[in-house]
């Protein structure tokens, strides 16, 4: 089935009616003259066919016929990015403007666009863990669901940050065995994972070192963005005011950045921070970058297969012949 890789078809019939005015132009010039001389034009006919057919074929050429599709192989590092982003009652704080769940997720959008290549997954947690999106190369699914975060997609109830991490953990394939002196490897190499923990610190859950000294082994890095300040906010409710504790005092919510320094600093990554005065996401973007691969994969896709070059090729050919051969238009 013919296709086309630009089917700017109105701007190519405003090109061919142009053309035909010229033509006609042109040939009007033609015939004046060779009244004014007293003579008639001869041999114009076979040289304004070649002129024609050589534009019609440049037009087709520019438009991009394809015929079919073509199987290319697109090459990636081997990399799993995994976005686990607090959606607890306490990312609604404002001290990063507008909140800290609303500034998470635009950031966390212009970084998943740096990724088109990649594998990308998202897990939300807050009193548990769920896996939103699993990891896909489909980078607009990613976006789609990042689009759609909100502090009441989970039940209310005190953050865990050992869920997400345990979740992403089962999700892991084990590392194989290393292979005996002069083996050849055989099977697939494990891919290169990264975990990104967006949150405000906050946990009340258990013993994050068992899960973080399983990630390690298998070489998955953790990479923490701390979004919130020092100074804390009170967290805004839903129907106005502000959550209280059991003694009905506002609670003030702040950044808790020991356990997301743990987090990252455990597993070799990074902490960032994130708030009206430091976004370190961009430094974060280019750790997650330059983090390499461990096996070099290769993914089929089926690409449509452009023939522009035959009707460039004819075209060019016949300009060159309306070039080469030249005729005696009037003769007196």
Known sequence: MLTWAYPNFVAVGLVVLIGLLLLASHWRRVVRLGRALGSR???????LVLRVLAGA???VAALGPALGVSQQPVRTAGKDLWLLVDVSRSMDATDVAPSRLLRAQAELQQLVAQFPADRLGLVVFGAEAVVQCPLTYDQE???VFLSTLRTNLLPSGPTTLRAPLELVLSRLAPAPPPPAPNAVAAGPVPRATALVVVSDGEDFGENLDPVLQGLARLGARVYTVGVGTA???????KGGGFVK???GQVVQSQLQEALLLQLSAQTGGQYVELNNQQNGVGRLLQSLQTMQGAAEQV??????DNRYRYPLAAALLL?????ALTVTIIRP
């Open 57 to 59: 074929l440049l037009l």
């Open 245 to 247: 504790d059991a003694q």
């Open 41 to 47: 034009p001869r041999h114009r006919g076979w040289k």
């Open 319 to 323: 300009l060159a012949l309306d070039i």
């Open 141 to 143: 699914a990613v976006q």
């Open 299 to 304: 993914r089929t896709v089926a690409v449509a």
């Open 231 to 237: 100074e804390g906010a009170a967290i805004p409710k």
